[in-house]
């Protein structure tokens, strides 16, 4: 009985040690174990990424080399991003829509997607609706008006330059050149005053000002 006793606690007490994740990569000591990581150190291969990030994007945490795809500077899904760029821009805290698999809902974010080409928008890319004056997504990073989509959802060609000024069309406030900010009219709402662009621009209301005789009240 008390061995039995005695048992039971020390296999408790390995159960909470296999669990514990000593160094704070990400990985627990079972983990560490497993693939042979320093349960001790952050970054086993010192290639400044730590060691659960690596393995949780399918990256080799052992591959000491900076220049191949496991490395800092490796970045194997071609997205003008190296994997420490990648893993320092910092993982989206909310994921893309699961109920809609591998569509680009509303625009996403490129910094901070995940490092492999496995191109499951659901765990890789984030939906941001956009905080720029023409309420479209935004693209803080410059390379997601170069992927030959339309992710600010405006009906063009995100490489395309209407207005003939050099600034591609996600990345522009002014696409159709008229000097007047861009209005959405499929439903944002740039002054956040509960009125759809669309439905102030056609009832003579400016849709970037939210008071006076162009707000609610």
């Known amino acids: 009985m008390v061995f039995a006793s005695l048992a039971a606690l020390e296999f408790a007490r390995w159960e909470a040690y296999a669990s514990s994740d000593a160094d704070g990569d990400g990985l627990t000591y079972g983990l560490e174990f497993l693939l042979n990581t320093q349960p001790q150190d952050w970054d086993s291969d010192n290639d400044e990424l730590p060691d659960g990030w690596e393995w949780f994007h399918g990256l080799n945490p052992l591959d000491a080399s ?6 800092s500077l490796g970045d194997p899904d071609g997205d003008s991003l190296s994997n420490k760029d990648e893993y320092q821009y910092g993982m989206p805290s909310n994921w893309d829509s ?10 996403v974010w490129w910094n901070g997607t995940v490092p492999t080409r496995n191109w499951d928008e659901e765990s890789a890319m984030q939906a941001n609706q956009g905080t720029g004056s023409d309420g479209a997504d935004e693209d803080p990073m410059g390379n997601i008006c170069a992927d030959g989509m339309d992710n600010d959802r405006d009906g063009l060609v995100d490489a395309a330059d209407p207005d003939g000024d050099g600034d591609v069309d996600c990345s522009s406030d002014d696409d159709d050149g008229d000097g007047d900010i861009d209005e959405d ?3 944002y709402d ?3 005053d509960g009125m759809n662009d669309g439905w102030e621009v056609s009832n003579g209301l400016d849709p970037t000002v939210r008071t006076g005789s162009d707000g609610p009240n």
Request: aromatic share 0%.
């Open 185 to 187: 009219p499929d439903g």
């Open 98 to 107: 699961p109920s809609t698999p591998n569509v680009l809902d509303n625009g």
């Open 66 to 71: 900076s220049l191949t795809v496991n490395g």
């Open 190 to 192: 740039t002054d956040n």
